[in-house]
């Protein structure tokens, strides 16, 4: 109650403060931004005079307020797509009534199309090249400007020396207008068009596609094969040309407006050049079509359309639109999509859940955090009871028929979300339905995947409840119960090496002994590794860790938190026992062997022990691939770990890396600060040399951490990659002198954890290609291996 009276109390004081400042110019430029903004909206009027309506008011405010009514439609044309043509038309209406005002504002997009172009930012500059064309339909752009355009970005296909992304996506961004101004641009310069798509016919034909393999979400072509996008684009836009340009889905407010809109002067697009290539250019990632659902999936109402129909792309396209705008708040997500225009004549439903999922498994990341598409679909569900929950069963059912064939990647956001979607809906599942994973090997997908799902639902409630909701005959694939393993613990455990020194150990950490009075005590751990007459006592002792790491354990195991503040307390000793490479992976030996059961206890405190230097980097890689770890080495925990291990790595050397930037700029500024005062006294130049020479001091220390850093990260991919070759190599080997079958579950699952590292961590992979490619991925390798890192490279290309 108190906070809320003292708000009150703060709203009073400030109201009239509030009105005394807002002017009424700025009021009427909020109204102007929400009335652009709304409109196509639910209202209890028509599209059609609401558009007019608006148009009359924009052009009511056009003196005083253009700068700002042009600043509002460049800027909705660039981040709501998914109102493409509602705006395109209102544009259309302002140019019929303002013929400066139109071409005006045709500038001011090309403008923003060059300015978003130099700054990376490709998918806002396709949503420019898609709104321009759709202004020729609106005729306020000549239909032979708009071809012009089009021949200038399938030039650059033409281009030498250019990565094969940057002329993709050219070639997409014209291919993906022509389902809004095919018909148009069709009817006026047929020729033109002709030449335009045999172009493109012929740059598709040319260009090389060894990345498919490693974006596609299964490897089997059937039920759906999963299709590159262009040539998907391009299969969609031949048959949409062979139906005479005839499309059925856009809605087109235009058309109402077309005696208006026809008498309008048009303007010619001013000539565009394409900005060259640079290095530094991010161009987006090749990606495959999503395909889970066809018209057989769908029994009961309108149906879908088929693959390469091009209301498929157009459909998919603003459901993609609709999350881009939308991600960030669930709620309003989930209504836009359902309230999607020309709902009734498609299956929304399941376009909506296969889009969905189609982003959640795409590769090598997906558009959004994971867990914004868990979010969004319990909010469909909530918003759809009674229909949506049963599509997504289904949905989930195929996938799982189909796992065999998925990717290893995707099998890991498939577990992610399915795990978590159960724990919002009391974890009901038909699980007698996945029966036929019972009587299979139990690294074969199915049950593995099961397995791995209850053991992510445990951690999201408790192990008696897994027990409770899963069918008896399911047992063998329960996760174990997350106890330790204490080895000294039970009194048959006397003859072990160190049970004495363990009890005392133990005695001594319960009376709050000191890290000097721990070290001392294990002064007397006999060393295994040691001869009785060899004098080297601080070699690496095994015994050592063992004997106090498993009772520290032991006496920490209530909780996390228990655990964490034991590791924090101890960590001299833990220190002084890791100070060797070998101590560093016993650590993380005798931490597995304590906590075998439980996984998300190996995760948190192999992260801890990361986040205090006790263990680095390249010894967690090193014990991944280690043969104690080869019972564990496909479950889902191991790669967490790894995966995470990595991300540490490459977030110390960006943070580094930050610190020298801004030091590098601080001295940037100093000394251009000191050239403009250079007629000042000689005692400020003093004190600024001072400053320069610890900056510059500073600026040294810095370039040295960062280089050590680099080195480190490098070593750390040296290290896994290394490991993955002779894994492999090992098993190819060891196939072909037996003359067996290579493709087995393990391998499958090896290869495409070796594809996952590639994609999950490209950017900075990237850096070290010269060395991988001397040192490991040379052309003696294996075939098999070696077209992992070829499709790999081809991504870049």
């Given at each position: 109650?108190?906070?809320?009276?003292?708000?009150?109390?703060?709203?009073?004081?400030?109201?009239?403060?509030?009105?005394?400042?807002?002017?009424?110019?700025?009021?009427?430029?909020?109204?102007?931004?929400?009335?652009?903004?709304?409109?196509?909206?639910?209202?209890?009027?028509?599209?059609?005079?609401?558009?007019?309506?608006?148009?009359?008011?924009?052009?009511?405010?056009?003196?005083?307020?253009?700068?700002?009514?042009?600043?509002?439609?460049?800027?909705?044309?660039?981040?709501?797509?998914?109102?493409?043509?509602?705006?395109?038309?209102?544009?259309?209406?302002?140019?019929?009534?303002?013929?400066?005002?139109?071409?005006?504002?045709?500038?001011?997009?090309?403008?923003?199309?060059?300015?978003?172009?130099?700054?990376?930012?490709?998918?806002?500059?396709?949503?420019?090249?898609?709104?321009?064309?759709?202004?020729?339909?609106?005729?306020?752009?000549?239909?032979?400007?708009?071809?012009?355009?089009?021949?200038?970005?399938?030039?650059?296909?033409?281009?030498?020396?250019?990565?094969?992304?940057?002329?993709?996506?050219?070639?997409?961004?014209?291919?993906?207008?022509?389902?809004?101004?095919?018909?148009?641009?069709?009817?006026k310069k047929d020729v033109e068009m002709d030449r335009l798509l045999s172009q493109i016919d012929g740059y598709l034909k040319r260009r090389q596609k060894t990345h498919v393999p490693m974006l596609q979400v299964w490897s089997a072509e059937k039920p759906h094969p999963q299709e590159e996008y262009l040539d998907c684009l391009w299969a969609q836009v031949q048959k949409l040309k062979k139906d005479r340009w005839q499309e059925r889905h856009i809605l087109r407010p235009y058309i109402a407006f077309d005696s208006v809109l026809c008498e309008a002067l048009q303007h010619n697009l001013p000539p565009f050049?394409?900005?060259?290539?640079?290095?530094?250019?991010?161009?987006?990632?090749?990606?495959?079509?999503?395909?889970?659902?066809?018209?057989?999936?769908?029994?009961?109402?309108?149906?879908?359309?088929?693959?390469?129909?091009?209301?498929?792309?157009?459909?998919?396209?603003?459901?993609?639109?609709?999350?881009?705008?939308?991600?960030?708040?669930?709620?309003?997500?989930?209504?836009?999509?359902?309230?999607?225009?020309?709902?009734?004549?498609?299956?929304?439903?399941?376009?909506?859940?296969?889009?969905?999922?189609?982003?959640?498994?795409?590769?090598?990341?997906?558009?959004?955090?994971?867990?914004?598409?868990?979010?969004?679909?319990?909010?469909?569900?909530?918003?759809?009871?009674?229909?949506?929950?049963?599509?997504?069963?289904?949905?989930?059912?195929?996938?799982?028929?189909?796992?065999?064939?998925?990717?290893?990647?995707?099998?890991?956001?498939?577990?992610?979300?399915?795990?978590?979607?159960?724990?919002?809906?009391?974890?009901?599942?038909?699980?007698?339905?996945?029966?036929?994973?019972?009587?299979?090997?139990?690294?074969?997908?199915?049950?593995?995947?099961?397995?791995?799902?209850?053991?992510?639902?445990?951690?999201?409630?408790?192990?008696?409840?897994?027990?409770?909701?899963?069918?008896?005959?399911?047992?063998?694939?329960?996760?174990?119960?997350?106890?330790?393993?204490?080895?000294?613990?039970?009194?048959?455990?006397?003859?072990?090496?160190?049970?004495?020194?363990?009890?005392?150990?133990?005695?001594?950490?319960?009376?709050?002994?000191?890290?000097?009075?721990?070290?001392?005590?294990?002064?007397?751990?006999?060393?295994?590794?040691?001869?009785?007459?060899?004098?080297?006592?601080?070699?690496?002792?095994?015994?050592?860790?063992?004997?106090?790491?498993?009772?520290?354990?032991?006496?920490?195991?209530?909780?996390?938190?228990?655990?964490?503040?034991?590791?924090?307390?101890?960590?001299?000793?833990?220190?002084?026992?890791?100070?060797?490479?070998?101590?560093?992976?016993?650590?993380?030996?005798?931490?597995?062997?304590?906590?075998?059961?439980?996984?998300?206890?190996?995760?948190?405190?192999?992260?801890?022990?990361?986040?205090?230097?006790?263990?680095?980097?390249?010894?967690?890689?090193?014990?991944?691939?280690?043969?104690?770890?080869?019972?564990?080495?496909?479950?889902?925990?191991?790669?967490?770990?790894?995966?995470?291990?990595?991300?540490?790595?490459?977030?110390?050397?960006?943070?580094?890396?930050?610190?020298?930037?801004?030091?590098?700029?601080?001295?940037?500024?100093?000394?251009?600060?000191?050239?403009?005062d250079s007629g000042d006294e000689e005692e400020m130049e003093k004190n600024s040399e001072d400053e320069d020479g610890q900056l510059e001091e500073q600026i040294e220390k810095l370039q040295e951490k960062v280089e050590a850093a680099q080195s480190e990260q490098k070593n750390l991919f040296l290290v896994i990659f290394q490991r993955f070759i002779m894994l492999l190599t090992e098993h190819l080997v060891r196939c072909e002198t037996a003359g067996t079958d290579i493709n087995t579950s393990w391998y499958k699952s090896c290869i495409e954890r070796l594809q996952q590292i590639f994609l999950m961590h490209?950017?900075?992979?990237?850096?070290?290609?010269?060395?991988?490619?001397?040192?490991?991925?040379?052309?003696?390798?294996?075939?098999?291996?070696?077209?992992?890192?070829?499709?790999?490279?081809?991504?870049?290309?």
């Amino acid at each position: 109650m108190s906070r809320r009276r003292h708000s009150d109390e703060g709203d009073a004081g400030a109201q009239p403060h509030k009105r005394r400042r807002t002017s009424e110019p700025i009021e009427i430029e909020d109204r102007l931004e929400s009335l652009i903004c709304r409109v196509g909206e639910k209202s209890t009027s028509s599209l059609e005079s609401n558009l007019e309506g608006l148009a009359g008011v924009l052009e009511a405010d056009l003196p005083n307020y253009k700068s700002k009514i042009l600043r509002i439609l460049c800027a909705v044309a660039r981040l709501l797509p998914e109102k493409l043509t509602v705006y395109s038309t209102l544009v259309g209406l302002l140019n019929a009534r303002n013929y400066n005002f139109g071409g005006e504002f045709v500038e001011a997009m090309i403008r923003q199309l060059k300015e978003t172009l130099k700054a990376n930012l490709y998918p806002e500059a396709l949503y420019l090249v898609r709104f321009l064309s759709d202004l020729v339909n609106c005729h306020v752009i000549a239909a032979p400007s708009m071809v012009a355009m089009f021949e200038n970005f399938i030039s650059v296909t033409q281009e030498e020396d250019i990565p094969q992304v940057r002329s993709d996506w050219y070639v997409y961004a014209v291919l993906s207008s022509l389902p809004w101004v095919g018909k148009e641009l069709y009817e006026k310069k047929d020729v033109e068009m002709d030449r335009l798509l045999s172009q493109i016919d012929g740059y598709l034909k040319r260009r090389q596609k060894t990345h498919v393999p490693m974006l596609q979400v299964w490897s089997a072509e059937k039920p759906h094969p999963q299709e590159e996008y262009l040539d998907c684009l391009w299969a969609q836009v031949q048959k949409l040309k062979k139906d005479r340009w005839q499309e059925r889905h856009i809605l087109r407010p235009y058309i109402a407006f077309d005696s208006v809109l026809c008498e309008a002067l048009q303007h010619n697009l001013p000539p565009f050049t394409p900005p060259a290539h640079c290095p530094d250019a991010h161009y987006p990632t090749p990606h495959t079509v999503f395909r889970m659902f066809d018209y057989t999936d769908a029994p009961e109402g309108p149906v879908m359309p088929g693959s390469h129909s091009v209301e498929r792309f157009v459909i998919e396209e603003n459901l993609h639109c609709i999350i881009k705008s939308h991600w960030r708040e669930r709620k309003t997500c989930a209504a836009q999509l359902l309230s999607y225009p020309g709902k009734n004549k498609i299956p929304l439903n399941y376009h909506i859940v296969e889009v969905i999922f189609g982003e959640l498994f795409q590769l090598p990341s997906p558009p959004h955090i994971d867990v914004m598409y868990t979010a969004l679909l319990i909010e469909l569900c909530k918003l759809q009871p009674g229909s949506l929950p049963q599509v997504l069963a289904q949905a989930t059912e195929m996938m799982y028929m189909r796992i065999d064939t998925m990717n290893t990647t995707c099998i890991d956001r498939f577990i992610n979300w399915f795990s978590h979607h159960l724990s919002n809906f009391q974890f009901r599942w038909s699980w007698d339905d996945w029966a036929d994973c019972l009587t299979q090997d139990l690294e074969k997908p199915k049950p593995k995947f099961v397995k791995e799902v209850l053991e992510k639902c445990m951690r999201l409630s408790y192990h008696q409840r897994i027990v409770d909701i899963v069918p008896a005959s399911f047992s063998a694939l329960i996760p174990a119960d997350p106890v330790s393993f204490y080895k000294y613990a039970e009194e048959s455990s006397s003859s072990l090496p160190g049970y004495a020194l363990a009890t005392t150990v133990g005695n001594a950490i319960k009376n709050r002994a000191s890290n000097e009075e721990i070290l001392i005590i294990l002064k007397d751990v006999p060393n295994p590794n040691q001869d009785e007459d060899d004098d080297e006592g601080d070699s690496f002792n095994p015994l050592k860790i063992e004997v106090f790491l498993q009772t520290l354990l032991h006496l920490a195991a209530k909780s996390f938190s228990h655990s964490f503040s034991a590791l924090a307390k101890f960590h001299e000793v833990l220190k002084t026992l890791t100070d060797s490479d070998e101590g560093k992976l016993h650590i993380l030996r005798v931490l597995y062997e304590f906590w075998r059961s439980h996984p998300e206890m190996i995760s948190v405190l192999v992260d801890k022990l990361i986040r205090t230097q006790i263990v680095d980097c390249a010894a967690v890689a090193n014990w991944v691939f280690s043969p104690d770890m080869a019972h564990d080495f496909t479950r889902f925990y191991v790669w967490e770990i790894l995966h995470s291990t990595i991300r540490k790595m490459n977030k110390h050397v960006q943070k580094i890396q930050k610190e020298l930037d801004e030091a590098k700029e601080k001295l940037e500024k100093q000394q251009s600060k000191k050239q403009r005062d250079s007629g000042d006294e000689e005692e400020m130049e003093k004190n600024s040399e001072d400053e320069d020479g610890q900056l510059e001091e500073q600026i040294e220390k810095l370039q040295e951490k960062v280089e050590a850093a680099q080195s480190e990260q490098k070593n750390l991919f040296l290290v896994i990659f290394q490991r993955f070759i002779m894994l492999l190599t090992e098993h190819l080997v060891r196939c072909e002198t037996a003359g067996t079958d290579i493709n087995t579950s393990w391998y499958k699952s090896c290869i495409e954890r070796l594809q996952q590292i590639f994609l999950m961590h490209h950017p900075i992979i990237q850096q070290y290609m010269g060395t991988l490619e001397n040192l490991l991925f040379t052309a003696e390798l294996d075939h098999h291996i070696l077209a992992v890192y070829q499709q790999f490279c081809a991504l870049q290309l």
